[in-house]
């Protein structure tokens, strides 16, 4: 907090010195009227400048009212403008060769836009949907955004509590990758493990970036493994940081969401059901609540020029603190919400031209999140209690807190050099590290009785990535009609490690209070009711020192990639790439795509491409043993790393790498404001890796019960249809309305499972299988409006989730072994959420040219996922996270700066 007050006091200094310089403001459109997205708007003698926004605004502090401003864009002629004392001015740019919205990811070339390119890509404006929207992180962000992404908030899912699961077209959250300023992020170093979407895979931590750092975000929904390499088998995400350098931006955003579940609970189930409309929140110190989960963020982002020669640097920070939500549940699930968050986070991104043709240019921030999340609840002791709490320190039973700490840093630097031959070299190196560390609280070790602490460190994990690259690229307009030309090479080595907590978070004692190592010759604890209970930290165990792992693996890659336009209206392009694991061995992957402008405005694009996905270093060598609550008694599992003998003892091969084809086909149309494009795809996955349900070990002499495995389960087949659609009109110059639809229509089907010669109802059975086909909706469709009058602004938005089905938590109890044991189950454990819709509302208002408040609802008809409540959902709430989530409506206020 501290370190938050320090920055406030410095920018509030820096505001102060800058209000004596002048601010111009207007937009910036093309010769048809639409708005031109990226224009570069400089004070001229000066590096100070800024960009204009996705509705080609802008807004720039010069140093007096007598400055003259430079307007430029590529494609278009240059303008030099005086203000003679305006603070408005509107620019129209004459058209030369025109471009539109330049876009980095999916191409290597410049000279390419969203609707341009031969593969279908969003182009995101993120600070001002968070302004608008009140949402705080980027995958709320996106998910009402991007129409084929969906990212919801877990609970009772241990890890992926604290970080969301994020998919893009219904893929896992891995099989999408994730890019800053064009240069490969790392991953989280956890693996969604218990009950979630994403189950077995670990994704990008998308959250660990500040919003307010982000100037645009591209997603290119489209196979691009052979540009890109490993991951990138549903798309790719490349997030743009600022590099504004006109001074300082920020805000203030508080709001809270409504306890109010809508529903009849409270009459169905009276005092068995907790948290109901605010109400019996025995968890809570506070009691009766008609809003929780209260949310400050404070945001803050500087630019400011370096030097003379166009050098910039450009700093965020920002803070986030968010209480627990708890929504309705029975006993054994009275903490059902989402996590509370305390996160502090910095960004930074510069350039320095190092004379005509150099520039050095670096980037990168640290994440430093706790989080507090309420795991599934242990009932009172007793005789025919619960063995897993101690009388003495939890006579009434218990809800054990899992807390983490959460570091992610990240740095890259590179250069970029202009050849005389007309080459671009870039040569760069990046470096990132994620360390998740479990504290478990509130709980204790029962098998040490009246002597368990009840606070553990649980140790954890962490994932660091070093990618050092080298690519060249260069644009010949000479041949037909330009011809863009890139190649390259990368090396990446990655780190993945597992470090044990404290002895009491793991260990089961014996009745002398000593860790139990030699089973034949130490008798276990007893407790006063008759029962041998359980070791280790309840809510998570810990990890112990023969978890402990300390691998690393390399890869090298080189790829070459071509666009050429045989015409202006003919576009086609290739690429290829090769990689070499330490691991597994390598790679061969191809791309061809196409555009062709049918007439003015109109073009069709299609592609085709392989892609591959290596299997993580987490897959491959997580282990953990734990307790896991299967019809109402204890059963010790183990998840047995896939290099492990009891692995290969159940016939588990070791992890390859998962492949797949991609095809898409689409239509793209801008003209007069007017932008749509329709896309179609197909994705075939082969050997997913997937985290196998539970096989029986109590013969194996292992200390489990059970076992299961990660393993290349399962062949998937995921076809769907995008639709954007989009129109911008200028009513008059203080007057703007901005309408649009983003649908997404989406299908994953398993084709086969590879169980070899194990049961498949074991190796994946029905329960698993429906997470994996349902880990986006058949369809969400997202209707906004938006307009601007008289310094107001208004933004309505309407998403509609379709339709989802999933198998509950009675697969889980009695598993089934055959079709028949299967359809009895399907009949009673198979649960509908019903297609419902979220609507959300925000207004804006200028105070003045520097002070902007925006007033809103997300969620304003407070909408939940709607099933028969039956206790079973597998998150143990009253539904599964799915859909909208289980928040319900959130009331925000924002207070927005610029200076």
């Given amino acids: 907090m501290k370190k938050l007050l320090l920055i406030l006091i410095l920018s509030m200094a820096v505001m102060g010195s800058m209000l004596a310089q002048h601010t111009v403001s207007g937009t910036v459109l093309d010769d048809d009227n639409s708005p031109l997205i990226g224009v570069n708007v400089l004070e001229k003698g000066t590096s100070n400048g800024t960009v204009t926004d996705l509705d080609g605004r802008y807004s720039l502090t010069v140093s007096d009212d007598q400055a003259t401003i430079v307007v430029s864009y ?38 390419r836009t969203a609707t341009d390119s031969p593969v279908a890509v969003d182009v995101i404006d993120v600070a001002d949907i968070a302004a608008q929207s009140g949402k705080v992180e980027i995958n709320q962000i996106l998910q009402y955004a991007a129409p084929s992404f969906n990212a919801t908030k877990q609970s009772g899912s241990d890890g992926a509590d604290h970080i969301d699961p994020a998919s893009l077209r219904g893929l896992g959250p891995d099989q999408t990758l994730v890019l800053i300023n064009g240069k490969r992020r790392h991953q989280s170093s956890l693996v969604n493990v218990f009950g979630t ?56 955003t508080y709001g809270a969401y409504s306890t109010a579940v809508g529903e009849t609970y409270e009459e169905q189930y009276g005092d068995a059901l907790f948290n109901v409309d605010g109400k019996q929140r025995v968890l809570d110190p506070d009691g009766d609540k008609a809003f929780d989960g209260n949310t400050t963020k404070v945001d803050l982002n500087y630019g400011m020029s370096l030097g003379d020669e166009g050098g910039y640097i450009n700093l965020t920070t920002e803070y986030l603190t968010k209480d627990r939500t708890l929504r309705p549940g029975f006993s054994w699930r009275k903490g059902y919400g989402s996590a509370a968050v305390d996160q502090f986070q910095f960004m930074a991104n510069g350039a320095i031209p190092l004379g005509d043709n150099t520039e050095l240019y670096m980037f990168g921030g640290i994440g430093d999140r706790d989080t507090d999340a309420f795991a599934f609840s242990r009932s009172a002791p007793g005789a025919d209690g619960d063995s ?71 140790g954890g994990h962490s994932l660091s990535m070093n990618v050092t690259g080298l690519n060249f690229s260069k644009y010949y307009d000479g041949i037909m009609s330009g011809l863009n030309f890139a190649f390259g090479t990368e090396f990446r080595s990655e780190n993945f490690r597992i470090f044990a907590g404290e002895e009491a978070s793991y260990a089961t004692y014996d009745e002398n209070g000593i860790a139990i190592t030699n089973p034949a010759v130490q008798t276990p604890f007893v407790n006063e009711f008759g029962q041998q209970p359980s070791g280790g930290s309840q809510g998570f165990p810990g990890y112990s020192p023969a978890n402990e792992v300390d691998r690393n693996r390399s890869n090298i890659g080189f790829f070459g990639d071509v666009e050429l336009n045989v015409s202006d209206a003919f576009l086609v392009a290739a690429a290829l790439r090769y990689e070499n694991y330490s691991d597994f061995g390598n790679t061969l992957n191809y791309k061809l795509a196409t555009r062709y402008k049918l007439m003015d405005g109109l073009s069709i694009r299609a592609s085709v491409s392989s892609g591959f996905r290596a299997p993580s270093l987490s897959q491959i060598h997580y282990n953990l043993l734990f307790n896991n609550i299967v019809a ?34 689409g239509l793209t149309y801008k003209k007069d404001g007017l932008t749509a494009t329709i896309d179609a795809y197909q994705i075939s996955v082969t050997d997913r890796i997937v985290l196998t349900d539970v096989f029986d070990a109590s013969s194996l002499n292992v200390g489990a019960d059970a076992a299961q495995f990660f393993a290349n389960g399962v062949d998937t087949k995921t076809t769907g249809v995008d639709i954007v659609l989009g129109y911008r009109l200028n009513i008059t110059d203080a007057n703007r309305l901005n309408v649009g639809i983003a649908a997404n229509f989406n299908n994953t089907e398993i084709e086969s499972i590879n ?89 804006g208002y200028n105070l003045t040219n520097n002070l902007k408040l925006t007033l809103g609802a997300n ?29 319900g409506m959130y009331l925000f206020g924002r207070l927005g700066f610029n200076f």
């Fill in 74 to 111: 590529i494609g278009y002629i240059t303008q030099s403008i005086d203000l003679n004392g305006a603070g408005s001015v509107d620019v129209a740019l004459l058209d030369g060769v025109t471009l539109g919205d330049i876009t980095v990811v999916g191409s290597r070339s410049y000279n």
């Fill in 197 to 252: 979407r994403g189950r077995g895979n670990s994704g990008t931590d998308l959250n660990a970036i500040p919003a307010s750092a982000i100037k645009r975000i591209e997603v290119l929904r489209d196979g691009a493994s052979a540009q890109y390499g490993s991951d990138a088998i549903a798309g790719v995400i490349n997030i743009v940081l600022k590099d504004k350098t006109n001074g300082v931006t920020g805000g203030v």
């Fill in 388 to 458: 897993r709490a101690v009388p003495s320190l939890y006579p009434n039973g218990f809800t054990p807190r899992i807390t983490s700490i959460i570091k992610d840093k990240s740095a890259t630097v590179g250069v970029k050099h202009d050849l005389a031959s007309g080459w671009t070299a870039d040569f760069s190196h990046t470096y990132g590290d994620n360390n998740f560390h479990y504290f478990i609280k509130g709980s204790n070790n029962a098998s040490l009785g009246a002597a368990s602490p009840t606070d553990f460190d649980a």
């Fill in 632 to 665: 109402g008694r204890s059963e010790r599992t183990l998840l047995a790393s896939n290099t492990s003998t009891v692995a290969k003892g159940f016939g588990i091969e070791s992890l390859k790498e998962e492949k797949a084809n991609n095809l898409a086909v």
């Fill in 755 to 843: 169980s070899g010669d194990l049961n498949e109802y074991t190796f994946f059975g029905p329960f698993s299988r429906a997470y994996l086909e349902a880990a986006a909706p058949d369809y969400k469709i997202g209707f906004n409006v938006g307009t601007e009058l008289a310094g107001f602004d208004i933004q309505l938005n309407y998403t509609l989730f379709s339709e989802v089905t999933l198998q509950d938590f009675q697969w889980v109890d009695s598993p089934a072994t055959n079709q028949a044991e299967a359809d009895a189950l399907f009949a009673v454990a198979t649960d509908i959420y019903e297609s419902a819709g979220v609507l959300d509302l925000s207004l």
């Fill in 859 to 887: 969620n304003l008809l407070n909408a939940y996922p709607t099933p028969q409540f039956d206790g079973w959902t597998d998150q143990g709430g009253f539904n599964d996270s799915v859909q909208m989530g289980s928040d």
